[in-house]
Every structure is written in structure tokens, then in C-alpha cells.
């Protein structure tokens, strides 16, 4: 994992993941990164480990659903900490947050708010795929 973590913040990307001795870079902002591997190649995320920059609680539903065995970041939400927790992921953190802040620095990151209370997984993942669609 210190790995990962040091490739994290000396290459700049958004995220790390690695698996099966082989490790990807991800450089897009926010969850699309894992939403697109979520669809396009899930067997990659499972029994993976990543690092990643921020966590809140849209990408953590991602990351359960992928089935990551391990999760780092420098910043996680408490929602998603709650939510790595009641599904028993491995995570750890440099600093929790009450909530992930927008990009504008202006209030709440939407899809944190979107996601609000549910913890249902499959619902989660409608909230996301919704949420994904409207940004195109």
C-alpha cells in the first residue's frame, strides 16, 4: 500500500489500483473513474487495493460494489467511512470529514448529498448512474 500511495501523490493522479501485480493510474475527477471500471472491467476492483485522494460516500458504494479488499485515502467523508464499516472494507485515512466539499467551494459535493442516507448498495448504485448521466 505505500506503494500505491507514494505513486499517488508523486504522479498526481486522482487514484491508484492495484491487483494481481498489476497496478493502474486514474486521473478524472470525482467517481467517473470508478464508475467506468465498475461497468467496464469489475473483475479488476475485486480483492483489489487503491488510493485515492478523496473518498466520499458515492465512490466508497463504487468501491464495496467493486469488491476492493483494501482502501486508502488522504480524505474520507464520515458517510463513507460509516459506509466501509457496516460492509467490513479495510480502510484507512489521514483525516475524516463530516461531508466532501464541491468543487466551487460553495457547499456539499452532490453526489454525497444525492446519496444521503441510503446505504442499500444496488440503490446507491442508481443514485450514481443517475448522477453520471446528468453530468454528460
Do not use: W
Not at 508523486?10 to 487514484?15: Q, V
Not at 492495484?18 to 486521473?27: I, K, W
Not at 459506509?83 to 480502510?91: I, M
Not at 466532501?100 to 448512474?129: F, H, K, M, S, V
Amino acid at each position: 500500500m505505500n506503494h500505491l500511495i507514494s505513486l499517488l501523490h508523486e504522479g498526481g493522479f486522482s487514484c491508484v489500483i492495484a491487483n494481481q501485480g498489476e497496478t493502474r493510474t486514474f486521473t478524472q475527477r470525482g467517481v467517473a473513474d470508478l464508475y467506468t471500471l465498475y461497468n467496464n472491467d469489475p473483475a479488476f476492483m475485486q480483492g483489489a487495493v487503491i488510493a485515492d485522494k478523496v473518498v466520499g460516500k458515492g465512490a466508497a458504494a463504487l468501491m464495496i460494489l467493486g469488491g476492493m479488499a483494501e482502501v486508502y485515502t488522504d480524505v474520507v467523508s464520515t458517510p463513507a467511512r460509516r459506509l466501509f464499516e457496516q460492509y467490513s472494507v479495510k480502510l484507512s485515512f489521514d483525516k475524516e470529514v463530516p461531508h466532501i466539499i464541491n468543487r466551487q467551494q460553495t457547499g456539499y459535493c452532490p453526489l454525497e448529498t444525492a446519496c444521503g442516507e441510503e446505504t442499500d448498495l444496488q440503490r446507491l448504485y442508481r443514485i450514481i448512474a443517475d448522477f453520471v448521466a446528468s453530468m454528460k
